[in-house]
């Protein structure tokens, strides 16, 4: 793992929420992790505590809920996306959902210990506290963007919207998931694909 990189991108990515002077960047990566999952290991699984929030840097996951024996997925996240089992983070309850590797992937991490001791630090402490706020925000509308589009948009509109995301990432996604995200059999994708390709 190219660390480097993955940090630059990472404050790339974080500098839409809050901007650090060289000085407090370079406190804010000693308390950075990095970690790394091969494909179909669990960033989160049900019953256990979330202890990071994560910035992909390479990869993608995806989120599922188990309901009578079958695997139902909610959401994924891509390349420059974070990630996190965020209430079970924040509130240090199990998790009740599945967090999965879809791919080799790697992440920079935040642990729940070292966000606290950052909230805490006197340098770091104001725009830690902004971020966390901003991030906050950031999740909230992505789920309330992901219920709205299954009340408002057809399959082929939310399938649409998923390609704006990433067609590259997409294809490397097994076709019965993105079927299953969007709320379709595989078959209805299939078709949904062709008329896009046709048209």
């Known amino acids: ?5 993955a940090t630059a991108s990472f ?14 960047w370079a406190l804010f990566c000693s308390y950075l992790e990095f970690g790394q999952l091969k494909k179909k290991d669990h960033f989160t699984e049900n019953g256990k505590v979330c202890n990071h929030i994560a910035f992909i840097s ?3 996951l ?3 809920h188990m309901m009578d024996g079958e695997d139902i997925t909610g959401y994924f996240s891509f390349e420059n996306e974070f990630a996190s089992s965020y209430k079970s983070f924040l509130t240090r309850q199990p998790a009740v959902n599945y967090v999965q590797a879809l791919e080799d992937t790697e992440l920079v991490l935040i642990s729940h210990h070292n966000w606290q001791t950052m909230l805490g630090h006197p ?3 104001y725009k830690t506290e902004r971020f966390g706020r901003l991030f906050a ?8 963007e992901r219920v709205t589009a299954f009340i408002t948009q057809s399959p082929e509109e939310r399938y649409l919207k998923l390609l704006e995301t990433g067609r590259e990432i997409l294809q490397r996604i097994p076709q ?24």
Do not use: W
């Not at 925000?137 to 309330?144: A, D, G, Q, T, V």
């Open 176 to 199: 019965h998931y993105v079927a299953n995200f969007l709320g379709i059999t595989p078959v209805s994708l299939s078709r949904i694909r062709k008329r896009i390709l046709q048209s």
């Open 123 to 125: 340098v770091l402490a």
């Open 11 to 24: 404050r790339n990515h974080i500098s839409q929420f809050v901007e650090y002077t060289d000085e407090e």
């Open 62 to 64: 995806r989120y599922y």
């Open 58 to 60: 390479k990869g993608s």
């Open 137 to 144: 925000e950031y999740y909230l509308i992505c789920y309330e």
């Open 1 to 5: 793992m190219d660390t480097l990189k």
